[in-house]
């Protein structure tokens, strides 16, 4: 069962690597296709609800395909199995008139399987992300971790938005009830 954390929004203020034990043998992350939705939809039934789930398929298919190239996935693979998937959204400005145009990303959907993780797999699914990001000039890219995953983030340069930040101010509503 998955523990929600606290509803936190984090900036990397350095596009810094994470850091990782030795690399995996045979880990592949790679960006998803057309066909990775099953993948995709297995490994967040695992996250969220401990087993498959035969419906989410066809609405991870059809999630993937409404935020069209605005999002971006990756699955982590070892031995053609999935063992850990993370999604990036881009967000675009408003154009102004003295300003040029700008984007950035929202990581979200970060998981490894409990019997793979602290084995690399997150911090090589995090440095795809990145430099993704870094691809896109994005202007920031920024993430709502939970608890558990605070000290991984942080190791990896993400830092509450403050002085250090620049301009960045990043505010969190919650939904009322």
Same mark, same amino acid.
């Given at each position: 069962?998955?523990?929600?954390?606290?509803?936190?929004?984090?900036?990397?203020?350095?596009?810094?690597?994470?850091?990782?034990?030795?690399?995996?043998?045979?880990?592949?992350?790679?960006?998803?296709?057309?066909?990775?939705?099953?993948?995709?939809? /297995?490994?967040?039934? &695992?996250?969220?609800?401990?087993?498959?789930?035969?419906?989410?398929?066809?609405?991870?298919?059809?999630?993937?395909?409404?935020?069209?190239?605005?999002?971006?996935?990756?699955?982590?693979? &070892?031995?053609?199995?999935?063992?850990?998937?993370?999604?990036?959204?881009?967000?675009?400005?408003?154009?102004?008139?003295?300003?040029?145009?700008?984007?950035?990303?929202?990581?979200?959907?970060?998981?490894?399987?409990?019997?793979? @993780?602290?084995?690399?797999?997150?911090?090589? /699914?995090?440095?795809?992300?990145?430099?993704?990001?870094?691809?896109?000039?994005?202007?920031?890219?920024? /993430?709502?971790?939970?608890?558990?995953?605070?000290?991984?983030?942080? @190791?990896?340069?993400?830092?509450?938005?403050?002085?250090?930040?620049?301009?960045?101010?990043?505010?969190?509503?919650?939904?009322?009830?």
């Amino acid at each position: 069962m998955r523990r929600r954390g606290t509803t936190r929004t984090f900036t990397a203020a350095t596009w810094a690597p994470a850091r990782s034990a030795a690399p995996v043998s045979g880990l592949i992350v790679r960006r998803t296709g057309a066909g990775d939705h099953r993948a995709l939809a /297995l490994l967040r039934a &695992l996250w969220t609800s401990g087993g498959p789930d035969p419906e989410l398929e066809q609405r991870m298919a059809d999630w993937l395909a409404a935020d069209g190239e605005r999002r971006t996935t990756w699955l982590a693979e &070892l031995s053609d199995e999935a063992v850990g998937m993370a999604s990036m959204l881009e967000f675009r400005r408003m154009p102004r008139a003295d300003r040029p145009d700008s984007r950035w990303g929202y990581l979200s959907n970060m998981f490894v399987l409990d019997e793979h @993780r602290n084995r690399g797999i997150g911090s090589a /699914l995090l440095r795809a992300v990145v430099a993704a990001a870094d691809e896109r000039g994005y202007a920031r890219l920024v /993430l709502s971790p939970t608890e558990r995953a605070l000290p991984f983030y942080r @190791r990896a340069g993400f830092i509450v938005p403050d002085a250090v930040a620049g301009d960045d101010r990043l505010l969190v509503r919650r939904r009322p009830g």
